[in-house]
């Protein structure tokens, strides 16, 4: 599964669809590999990260081997933006496109069917006099009571 050499897989802190953070530690997952999520500081170095998380209180540092996975807060860095040049120079370098490779489903839909139809609904009275009736049939009927 693994064709390309790295050291460092960044990923951000929440997806736009449930905000659930899934991403980054599905990946590593996938790979085999360690992942530290919510990280506001990192620090590399030959063969290692260092990682800061932040939590109430304090700090947690995580040190982890490489390569690995890490998921970035808001606080991690301030984004750097191209210069003209760099924009020019990157538009001269060649852009490697791979096709899509296929794997078989791993969901089989068996049947899908409509849930049963509910019996209909029963009117016991009207107002403060239905009370008991009600409570009778939740007790005796029912026996949720």
């Known amino acids: ?3 390309v050499e790295f050291d460092v897989l960044l990923f951000g802190k929440k997806g736009v669809d449930d905000d659930n953070q899934q991403v980054g530690p599905m990946v590593a997952e996938l790979l085999g590999i360690p992942c530290v999520t ?3 500081k990192l620090d590399i170095t030959t063969g ?3 990682a800061h998380r ?3 209180g304090g ?3 995580v040190e982890t081997s490489l390569p690995s996975a890490f998921t970035a807060e808001k606080d991690l860095t301030v984004p750097r933006y191209a ?4 924009l020019v120079a990157a538009r001269k370098k060649p852009l490697l496109v791979k096709d899509p490779q296929q794997f078989p489903g ?3 839909t068996v049947s899908v069917q409509y849930p049963p139809p ?3 609904g029963r009117v016991l009275g009207k107002g403060v006099e239905a009370v008991p009736i009600l409570v009778k049939v939740l007790h005796e009927e029912a026996k949720v009571i």
């Open 1 to 3: 599964m693994k064709t």
């Open 38 to 40: 919510q990280i506001v």
């Open 48 to 50: 290692k990260a260092v």
């Open 54 to 56: 932040e939590v109430e």
């Open 59 to 61: 700090v947690i540092v």
């Open 83 to 86: 210069s003209l040049r760099e």
């Open 106 to 108: 791993v969901l089989e």
């Open 118 to 120: 509910r019996p209909p």
